[in-house]
């Protein structure tokens, strides 16, 4: 039997969330799934978590065939990326892809905002991304062609000044890789899914959202990965330094 690829997933905390959406896909895609989670972040989030959410999401895993491994990571720490590398490739080998869907995600303006936020998110959302990326390409050890990066980003800015500034932070980077990086043949993309609602819309941003979507519905979890997973494919590695929206069309 061929021995199946391993990708990293980071942000996969939640069984609702886009992380878990895009880690199941990849599992029945044939990949071995290595997660990351930080539950210290959902718990002071006010949609909160639920306390079996990883454990059934690794369930959901193993049951398409995926060996599988959770990591948590404080990726605030500026030595949680290496070791978070290091763990997964103890458990499941060298990875071949990577994909980044954690996030620090707290609204406030340009008034409001504080320092210590502002750092927070620059360090979570940018710096450890720069830095998972850096470790990623150390280690990559795959056929040309074969690496993947990939991470998810956000255009929104207004009362969002911390996420949306580092998530633009974050697109530089990851383009910055696409070339920078071309020695290994890896592609590296970013994926914009607009609004998905994974439990933190209220009833009335939900149907303002819908009306304001072309195509009359919210994005899901699913939307996200079908794209990831042609990216991470074979028939997605043309597709190199690209920054791609997958929102249904909706604009704000």
């Not at 997933?9 to 969330?17: A, H, L």
């Not at 710096?127 to 993947?148: D, N, S, Y």
């Not at 819908?210 to 494919?233: H, I, K």
């Amino acid at each position: 039997m061929a021995q199946r690829p391993v990708v990293l997933v980071t942000g996969v905390g939640r069984r609702v969330g886009i992380g878990a959406g895009i880690a199941a896909r990849l599992a029945r895609d044939g990949w071995d799934v290595a997660t990351s989670h930080w539950t210290p972040y959902d718990d002071r989030m006010p949609w909160g978590r639920r306390e079996h959410d990883p454990d059934e999401v690794h369930a959901e895993l193993r049951a398409a065939g995926a060996a599988t491994v959770a990591v948590p990571a404080d990726l605030s720490r500026p030595e949680a990326p290496a070791e978070l590398l290091e763990a997964v490739e103890s458990a499941l080998g060298p990875v071949t892809a990577l994909v980044m869907a954690h996030a620090e995600s707290v609204d406030s303006s340009i008034l409001d905002t504080t320092v210590e936020s502002f750092d927070r998110h620059f360090a979570v959302n940018a710096r450890a991304a720069w830095l998972l990326i850096a470790e990623f390409a150390r280690r990559f050890r795959g056929a040309p062609g074969t690496g993947r990066i990939v991470a998810l980003t956000s255009d929104h800015t207004v009362h969002n000044l911390p996420y949306g500034a580092s998530k633009g932070a974050l697109d530089r980077i990851v383009l910055a890789a696409a070339r920078e990086l071309q020695d290994l043949r890896l592609t590296a993309n970013v994926v914009n899914p607009g609004p998905v609602d994974t439990g933190w819309m209220d009833d009335a941003l939900r149907c303002d959202l819908l009306e304001r979507n072309p195509l009359g519905r919210g994005g899901t979890p699913q939307d996200t990965a079908n794209l990831v997973s042609f990216l991470l494919g074979e028939q997605g590695g043309w597709i190199n330094g690209q920054l791609l929206c997958s929102d249904g069309g909706w604009k704000a």
